[in-house]
């Protein structure tokens, strides 16, 4: 069974390869110690633990999946976190990525659209002691507006076009990295970028595949209420 110190070799590995989209064959130390600091092993179920450190997604339950780790790298390093950082991170799932954002910035609010993964990954946080990540159950594609604005916000599942409150509740000077596309067809991880002007750029980094951003609006109304 691959262990952690393997996972990042390969992580590495992956960076020097990917370079020609991404425009960086390198991960930035602090990205692989918070990689280094977390076990994944604890976030996957516990039949699938043997591979937990493999390069790969692994599916949690719910038709969800947790992303392979060289992906919870590249999009931790494209947000470019400070210490004093708050992060919105949409899509929590088992709650692995925002553990890794917990290692590198003063608060993490994670928002997850299923409720008993949302339940689950808020006993896991308080189990692990990550004291500093707060999981809602919510709609992602309505950010989470009670905490904004965010430095940074990452999406961890691919709507077909970003939603507008993401961007409202992103700081100026704020990064937004998010994957976007239809469902089975070709999606491309983006990083928007809002200036002190407010003004949005974007940037393409390379193709991805995630599992589709779920909008509660379009649900069940019974669905929709918030643990």
């Known amino acids: 069974m691959p262990n952690i110190s393997e996972m990042i070799a390969t992580i590495k590995l992956e960076a020097k390869g990917a370079a020609p989209w991404t425009g960086s064959a390198e991960i930035s130390p602090r990205v692989l110690a918070a990689m280094a600091a977390v076990p994944r092993h604890a976030f996957v179920p516990s039949n699938l633990q043997y591979s937990a450190y493999d390069n790969g997604p692994l599916p949690i339950g719910h038709g969800q999946t947790i992303s392979q780790p060289y992906i919870v790298a590249l999009m931790t390093d494209l947000l470019d976190l400070h210490e004093t950082d708050t992060v919105l991170?949409?899509?929590?799932?088992?709650?692995?990525?925002?553990?890794?954002?917990?290692?590198?910035?003063?608060?993490?609010?994670?928002?997850?659209n299923i409720s008993a993964l949302a339940i689950s990954a808020r006993r896991r946080m308080q189990r692990l002691g990550y004291e500093n990540v707060e999981v809602v159950w919510g709609n992602g594609f309505n950010g989470l507006q009670q905490f904004a604005p965010y430095d940074a916000i990452l999406v961890a599942a691919a709507p077909q076009q970003v939603p507008e409150a993401l961007i409202q509740q992103l700081k100026p000077g704020g990064r937004l990295v998010i994957p976007v596309g239809n469902p089975g067809y070709s999606q491309d991880l983006k990083v928007f970028l809002k200036d002190n002007r407010g003004e949005v750029s974007v940037k393409t980094v390379l193709p991805v595949a995630f599992v589709p951003l779920l909008d509660l609006t379009m649900a069940?109304?019974?669905?929709?209420?918030?643990?």
Not at 89 to 112: C, D, H, I, N, P
Not at 220 to 227: G, K
Request: charged share 15%.
């Open 220 to 227: 069940d109304p019974a669905s929709q209420a918030n643990s």
């Open 89 to 112: 991170e949409v899509g929590t799932g088992s709650g692995y990525q925002a553990a890794v954002l917990s290692r590198l910035v003063r608060q993490v609010y994670g928002m997850e």
